[in-house]
């Protein structure tokens, strides 16, 4: 039985897929936008929350990231 499940979090290396920039760059970018968002360090980043952050179309990036 597969599981179908989809994750709801963005992480550094998913930033670094979708931007080209280097994985410490995708940590500040993550690191940057949760403080924006008003989130401590131990609360995820969701894919949304970057989208709409980053101006970019959840289409464009989920298959990314999800396939």
Do not use: W
Not at 16 to 31: A, F, M, N, P
Not at 53 to 62: D, L, P
């Amino acid at each position: 039985m597969k599981n179908d499940m989809q994750r709801v979090c963005i992480y550094p290396k998913d930033v670094q897929l979708i931007t080209g920039k280097s994985y410490r760059q995708s940590v500040r970018l993550v690191r940057k936008i949760k403080e924006e968002l008003n989130k401590t360090t131990n609360e995820f980043l969701t894919i949304d929350e970057f989208c709409s952050y980053a101006g970019i179309k959840y289409e464009q990036v989920s298959h990314l990231i999800l396939g």
